[in-house]
């Protein structure tokens, strides 16, 4: 008879399956928020958004990844708008607007991305995991210096800026998650401006 067969996934945790990779990190950020990042397992996240272990694999290759959401899309999107800044805008303007653009998120996600942030920059087990992230990151701002200032993205200059531009986001993160009121991307700008303001009279 029609309805006689429960939905295994379903029935399993309780809720009807998850559509998305948000509603996936939405699920793991509450588990995390409740009992911990480290004794949360790949196994409680799946069971809480409704989903086997092989669909949360094709979402993230590991926990450590539900933290970082999808940064490699972002990032690949950063690559792409870096190289189509024009070439006579000052480059910490195209740093600024490369900042504010990676950072920019929807009102609606806002209070997961406070969630995500506070894992990054709080939790011990992330740390190691970020640091890849990081340089992942700066490389993509370094090769964009070098190619602006006709140099290679190891050299001295490009990887200062990368840098301080990572240093600068994160200061920028940190003010945003000590004030609910504030707006993200307004941050973003003041420290990069702060930067630059610091720099120019060094």
């Given at each position: ?20 990779r948000s509603e ?136 200062a800026i990368a840098?301080?531009?990572?240093g600068v986001a ?33």
């Amino acid at each position: 008879m029609e309805g006689s067969m429960p939905d295994p996934v379903t029935n399993r945790a309780g809720r009807r399956p998850v559509t998305s990779r948000s509603e996936v990190e939405h699920a793991a950020f509450e588990l995390f928020a409740r009992q911990g990042f480290e004794h949360t397992t790949v196994d409680d996240i799946a069971q809480a958004a409704g989903i086997g272990r092989r669909t949360f694999f094709r979402y993230f290759p590991s926990k450590n990844d539900v933290a970082w959401g999808d940064f490699e899309s972002q990032l690949a999107l950063m690559r792409a708008r870096l190289a189509e800044a024009p070439a006579d805008k000052p480059l910490l303007q195209v740093i600024s607007d490369a900042l504010v653009d990676f950072n920019r998120v929807d009102p609606a996600e806002a209070p997961w991305h406070r969630r995500r942030m506070e894992l990054i920059l709080t939790i011990p087990a992330l740390q190691a995991h970020s640091t890849l992230r990081y340089a992942e990151w700066r490389e993509v701002l370094a090769e964009f210096v070098a190619t602006r200032l006709g140099s290679t993205p190891d050299s001295l200059a490009p990887q200062a800026i990368a840098y301080a531009t990572l240093g600068v986001a994160l200061s920028a993160y940190e003010q945003w998650l000590r004030s609910q009121d504030a707006e993200l991307g307004d941050l973003m700008r003041a420290a990069v401006h702060e930067l630059g303001a610091a720099l120019g009279t060094a």
